[in-house]
């Protein structure tokens, strides 16, 4: 398979639209551009409300969304903006902690935030754990050295991209996922 190929699966193109509440799987991976990233989203009116979802890591003494919501506040996101959630340890329990969480919020469409090198799967999780999203749309964060077409040049982006590319059809078979079509950017 061709370089572009892989990385329009893995990353595909997906049009954003504004939605009331945004996920962002929580990382401990290129957080300034992160946080760059969905001020940038915040400020322009993509999501009024941000669930963060991140479990403690044995690298650190705080969960990935504290840590997350603790940067985005001090780059001027009000914490009445911020929902958290520090339990999730892999992208299912991101989605199935979230949704029983938050399941108050009555959510139906969902702007989802995280690495670049996860967007289908991340689109992918979703229409499986949590079945009453109605419209998805997902921002893959790009905190590697090189733009996404030229994925292969970075390693670490190279090595993301390769995983995730491996892994998605052993998660499809194990029923942690579920393939999804996107037509026009438009994930169904």
Request: proline letters at 4%; aromatic letters at 10%; hydrophobic letters at 40%.
């Amino acid at each position: 398979m061709k370089r572009q190929q892989i990385i329009d699966y893995v990353a595909p193109n997906v049009l954003l639209f504004p939605t009331k509440c945004a996920l962002a799987f929580g990382t401990q991976h290129g957080l300034p551009k992160f946080g760059a990233d969905i001020l940038l989203l915040f400020q322009q009116g993509y999501f009024q409300t941000l669930i963060i979802s991140g479990g403690f890591t044995t690298h650190s003494k705080a969960s990935e969304a504290s840590v997350l919501c603790d940067l985005l506040n001090a780059r001027g996101i009000p914490k009445s903006a911020i929902l958290i959630e520090e339990h999730a340890a892999n992208t299912a329990e991101n989605v199935i902690f979230t949704r029983e969480k938050f399941k108050h919020l009555a959510v139906e469409e969902l702007l989802l935030i995280g690495k670049i090198s996860s967007k289908r799967r991340y689109l992918m999780t979703v229409r499986k754990q949590w079945p009453a999203i109605r419209k998805v749309c997902c921002h893959g964060v790009n905190y590697f050295s090189c733009p996404a077409d030229q994925w292969w040049k970075d390693r670490e982006f190279r090595t993301r991209v390769i995983a995730e590319y491996r892994k998605i059809p052993r998660y499809i078979e194990k029923g942690f996922i579920s393939e999804i079509s996107i037509v026009n950017g438009i994930v169904s």
